[in-house]
Structure formats: C-alpha cells, structure tokens
C-alpha cells in the first residue's frame, strides 16, 4: 500500500500535454447519498465530473444515481482529464478498453492518496464503441467499484456516424450491478474482509441480491414503437447475466467491448460477463401498443460458472438466478425504423488472423487458496519474461481453465488492459449453457473462460510501451492477486 504515497500527483507525461487538449474534464471522486429505496438514504462513493473546456456534452449526469457521468469522446480528440481523490484512502482511475499511455492508464501503482489529484493526457485512438471506467488501487478495486464508483465512456467516429444509428432518446444505457443492501438502505460488503465467510465470498466473488440498473432496482422505462440502440455494460463484480428478451425477440447482436462488427448476428441469449458490453438493437416497430418487453437474465445452473469450497452461497440472488432487470412499456407513438444495414463496419486490419503468431499458454487455477494466473500472484512492479512483449507485436494466448486437483474451478472472465483481441476458438465446455449465448466475433478486451474451457485468442500489443495489467474481471479475484502486469517494450515499427 505504501507504493501509492510515493507516486507523484503529477506525472510527466509523454507527448502533447504542452498543448491545449480539446478536451479538458474534472472527475472527482467523493463520498455521497443516493435515494435508492423508500426510507433512510443510501451512503455511496461517486463520480462527479465537470467540463473545462470542449464540448458541453463530453459529459451526461445520471441524475438520481450513484453512477458517474456518462463521458462522451470522438475519436481523435486529445482529453485531459484532472482525477481528484476526495475519498479517504488511495484511488486511481482506468479507462477500461481504451488504449493509452501506460502512465494514462491507472495501473495500482499509480494511486494517489485522498485528497490529491492525477492528471491524464491521452488521445482517443480507440474506434467508436461502449467502454467504461472505474477505480483500480491495489487490493480496493473491488470494494471501490461496488460502493458506486463506475461509469460508461463512450466513443464515437466517422464510420459509426455514417450508419446513423439510433442516438438520442433512441439509444437505451444500462449498467447492470448487483448489490446487497442491508435493513438500513446500505450497501454490504463482506469481500477482502477477515474469517472464513468473508474468504469464501472473495474466492467466489461477491454476488448481491437486487440487480441495479444504471444504480436503480428493476427501473420501468417507457418507449415508443420504434428501433433502439442499447448499449449494455455489465459492472457487476461478480455475477454473469444471460441476457434474453421476455417476448422471445432474437437478441440482435451489432458490437461487442471493441465497437462494432463487420455484421450484425442474431442469438437467442447473450452471455455478458463483468467488465464486458453489449451493443444491441431492439426493433419494437411492430410491437402492440401498450405491450411490455423485458430485459431479463435466463436462469441457468450455477455449476455453469463452478464455485470452490462447501459452503452454502449465501446471497439470496446465487449465480444463475432468472432476473427481470429492466421493464420496458410500449406507447402508441412511433418513431423511426432501423433499417440494418448488411455491413456495419470495415475489417480492422489489427484483427486478421496471423498464424505465425507465438502461442503463450495462461493456465488459470486455484492453489492454495488462491486464484493464479500461469502459477503467479500480482505483483506490482513486476512483469516475468513470458510477460515481456514488443510494441506492435502479436501474440496467441491460450487461456487454459484447468481444474485444481479437488475438482474445483471457476468461469474467469478474463481482461487485457489497453486491447482489444480477438477469440481464435475456444474448447471444453460446449455443453456448459452459458455457451449458446457467446459472441466471440466481436473484438474484445475482456472473454469469459468457463471452467475446463481453453480460449484461445490473438492479440496485438500496443504501441505505448510500458507495464499494463492482465486480469481477472471478477473484482475480487483481481483484488485477491488473479491479477498480473505485461510489459511493453521499445517501439517496434510493424
Ligand atoms: Cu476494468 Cu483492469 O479493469
Ligand atoms: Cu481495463
Ligand atoms: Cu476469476
């Protein structure tokens, strides 16, 4: 913990922080009220932002929630964002998905003590898509994100404004989060804690029992009998939706973590893991006036995502409950129809297969009590050989869910910082229902490896050299050391 005091609150930073940014914003993390429930308000941790320069609607406020502004970037835009820590312990901020300078990036070592500030300067290089950004201080990631502090960051570019998607009041947002809330309105957190429940709950992630959308139970919105865009993130820490329609309307998959895919594809779940998002349409054109349309999460066994230990789950809500997350009432009025194009996007050269590409195996296990990424726990300043990488280069991953000795294994979803890569094959686990509902053409920067399953995925590193993290995305196994750096070397012209 003593690493975060030493790292100055202002970092040199490499390239344009000289001149002006066109766009500049406050982000200031703090404690605060919300009134969630009827009765006592509930305490939370939240982001507030500002815009200092630019335009006016690089940021949105949910109002009435605990989530932080919606901030909207083009791409090409050089940001400046000014972090204020205005909690009383160590925090640091990272843009999940986004690929920055390593400095920009909000690795742990990088956390600044309450009351101080850190600068980030980076460029959007990212292509248009849903990303999202949340703390990530050493061993609190977990506890921080789920007191409140978390919200999307969307992207925008040429080619996507070309297709004029539904934006606008045509354009749903939903956080999905899962929270345990005490008698008295607050929320309960046992994770990272002491004794034998609180280990449990680390070793298999903390699971709520009311699922938040955009921080509200179960919220009823109403909408006319058009097409919408709806951009789902799933900020759980823990918990794994199969996400469905009540009326049986195929799930019409157009982007994943990285944007858009080349073409839409239609399922009949999708299966969104934490730290992943969805881009989808939903063609209520010809839906009766009047009618209802659900988001829900499908039930399914929660052998599916596995568990360790005996111990009975103690959240009223376990793993692959059935949820109704978000009720949607349909007008009389209508509005304008989506007509999907056969293309949505141009292939990404980054993401043609290379089969010369170095294989890297990344077995995940549990051994003593602990959750290891290729038999390491995190380290702070530490990246081994075979995580040393050139700039540009490319890689295979093999990300191997093996069982421990006693049988146990758990679904990993898990994340690259800075990348998005994309899904070779996987093997093991096709009977596992949480199957059916991948979507693995999408470029990605978080996959969901369901025990005894092998992903295999390709990837290609940045051009920022510098140390970024690999992890798991269920927080408390990042919190718990399922967590480790790669390192970017010198500049590789590829
Ligand atoms: Cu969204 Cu390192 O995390
Ligand atoms: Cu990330
Ligand atoms: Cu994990």
């Given at each position: 913990?003593?690493?975060?005091?030493?790292?100055?609150?202002?970092?040199?930073?490499?390239?344009?922080?000289?001149?002006?940014?066109?766009?500049?914003?406050e982000?200031?993390?703090?404690?605060?009220?919300?009134?969630l429930?009827?009765g006592?308000?509930?305490?939370?941790?939240?982001?507030?932002?500002?815009?200092?320069?630019?335009?006016?609607?690089?940021?949105?406020?949910?109002?009435?929630?605990?989530?932080?502004?919606?901030?909207r970037?083009?791409?090409?835009?050089?940001?400046?964002?000014?972090?204020?820590?205005?909690?009383?312990?160590?925090?640091?901020?990272?843009?999940?998905?986004?690929?920055?300078?390593?400095?920009?990036?909000?690795?742990?070592?990088?956390?600044?003590?309450?009351?101080?500030?850190?600068?980030?300067?980076?460029?959007?290089?990212?292509?248009?898509?849903?990303?999202?950004?949340?703390?990530?201080?050493?061993m609190r990631?977990?506890?921080?994100?789920?007191?409140?502090?978390?919200?999307?960051?969307?992207?925008?570019?040429?080619?996507?404004?070309?297709?004029?998607?539904?934006?606008?009041?045509?354009?749903?947002?939903?956080?999905?989060?899962?929270?345990?809330i005490?008698?008295?309105?607050?929320?309960?957190?046992?994770?990272?804690?002491m004794?034998?429940?609180?280990?449990?709950?680390?070793?298999?992630?903390?699971?709520?029992?009311?699922?938040?959308?955009?921080?509200?139970?179960?919220?009823?919105?109403?909408?006319?009998?058009?097409?919408?865009?709806?951009?789902?993130?799933?900020?759980?820490?823990?918990?794994?939706?199969?996400?469905?329609?009540?009326?049986?309307t195929?799930?019409?998959?157009?982007?994943?973590?990285?944007?858009?895919?080349?073409?839409?594809?239609?399922?009949?779940?999708?299966t969104?893991?934490?730290?992943?998002?969805?881009?989808?349409?939903?063609?209520?054109?010809?839906?009766?006036?009047?009618?209802?349309?659900?988001?829900?999460?499908?039930?399914?066994?929660?052998?599916?995502?596995?568990?360790?230990?005996?111990?009975?789950?103690?959240?009223?809500?376990?793993?692959?409950?059935?949820?109704?997350?978000?009720?949607?009432?349909?007008?009389?009025?209508?509005?304008?129809?989506?007509?999907?194009?056969?293309?949505?996007?141009?292939?990404?050269?980054?993401?043609?297969?290379?089969?010369?590409?170095?294989?890297?195996?990344?077995?995940?296990?549990?051994?003593?009590?602990?959750?290891?990424?290729?038999?390491r726990?995190?380290?702070m300043?530490?990246?081994a050989?075979?995580?040393t990488?050139?700039?540009?280069?490319?890689?295979?991953?093999?990300?191997?869910?093996e069982?421990?000795?006693?049988?146990?294994?758990?679904?990993?979803?898990?994340h690259l910082?800075?990348?998005?890569?994309?899904?070779?094959?996987?093997?093991g686990?096709?009977?596992?229902?949480l199957?059916?509902?991948?979507?693995?053409?999408?470029?990605?920067?978080?996959?969901?490896?369901?025990?005894?399953?092998?992903?295999?995925?390709?990837?290609?590193?940045?051009?920022?050299?510098?140390?970024?993290?690999y992890?798991?995305?269920?927080?408390?196994?990042?919190?718990?050391?399922?967590?480790?750096?790669?390192r970017?070397?010198?500049?590789?012209?590829?």
């Amino acid at each position: 913990m003593g690493l975060a005091s030493l790292a100055p609150a202002l970092k040199p930073l490499s390239g344009f922080q000289t001149s002006s940014p066109d766009v500049e914003l406050e982000l200031t993390a703090a404690p605060g009220e919300v009134n969630l429930l009827p009765g006592a308000a509930t305490r939370v941790w939240r982001f507030t932002g500002r815009v200092l320069r630019g335009p006016a609607n690089s940021l949105e406020t949910n109002e009435g929630s605990y989530l932080g502004p919606v901030i909207r970037l083009r791409r090409g835009q050089r940001v400046r964002i000014r972090f204020r820590n205005r909690l009383n312990e160590p925090s640091i901020v990272h843009w999940h998905g986004l690929d920055v300078p390593d400095v920009a990036d909000g690795h742990p070592r990088l956390a600044v003590e309450g009351g101080r500030d850190y600068v980030y300067d980076f460029e959007v290089i990212n292509r248009a898509g849903t990303y999202w950004y949340h703390p990530h201080p050493h061993m609190r990631t977990g506890a921080q994100v789920y007191q409140g502090l978390a919200g999307l960051l969307l992207v925008s570019d040429a080619e996507e404004e070309a297709l004029g998607l539904p934006s606008g009041s045509g354009e749903l947002l939903c956080v999905l989060q899962d929270r345990r809330i005490d008698a008295r309105n607050q929320f309960e957190y046992a994770a990272g804690g002491m004794g034998m429940a609180a280990m449990m709950q680390t070793m298999n992630g903390w699971l709520g029992d009311t699922v938040l959308v955009n921080g509200r139970p179960l919220p009823v919105t109403g909408v006319d009998r058009r097409t919408y865009r709806v951009r789902i993130l799933n900020g759980s820490n823990a918990r794994i939706y199969k996400l469905a329609w009540s009326d049986g309307t195929p799930v019409t998959i157009i982007g994943g973590d990285g944007g858009l895919l080349e073409r839409a594809r239609t399922t009949r779940t999708l299966t969104l893991a934490p730290g992943q998002r969805a881009d989808v349409l939903l063609d209520l054109s010809a839906h009766a006036a009047g009618s209802t349309v659900e988001l829900r999460s499908l039930t399914y066994p929660a052998d599916a995502a596995g568990r360790v230990g005996m111990m009975a789950e103690t959240s009223r809500l376990p793993q692959g409950a059935a949820i109704t997350l978000m009720s949607m009432k349909v007008s009389g009025t209508v509005g304008a129809h989506f007509r999907l194009p056969d293309r949505l996007s141009a292939p990404v050269p980054l993401w043609a297969i290379r089969t010369d590409a170095p294989v890297r195996r990344v077995p995940l296990v549990f051994r003593q009590m602990n959750w290891l990424l290729a038999g390491r726990t995190f380290e702070m300043e530490t990246a081994a050989a075979d995580e040393t990488v050139a700039a540009g280069a490319t890689q295979v991953w093999e990300l191997v869910n093996e069982a421990n000795p006693m049988g146990m294994a758990m679904a990993h979803p898990i994340h690259l910082h800075g990348r998005q890569f994309r899904v070779l094959s996987r093997s093991g686990a096709e009977t596992n229902p949480l199957s059916e509902g991948f979507s693995d053409g999408a470029p990605t920067d978080t996959v969901l490896v369901l025990p005894g399953q092998t992903v295999r995925l390709q990837v290609t590193f940045s051009q920022y050299p510098g140390l970024y993290l690999y992890h798991c995305h269920i927080l408390e196994h990042e919190d718990m050391g399922m967590m480790r750096n790669f390192r970017i070397t010198g500049r590789r012209l590829s």
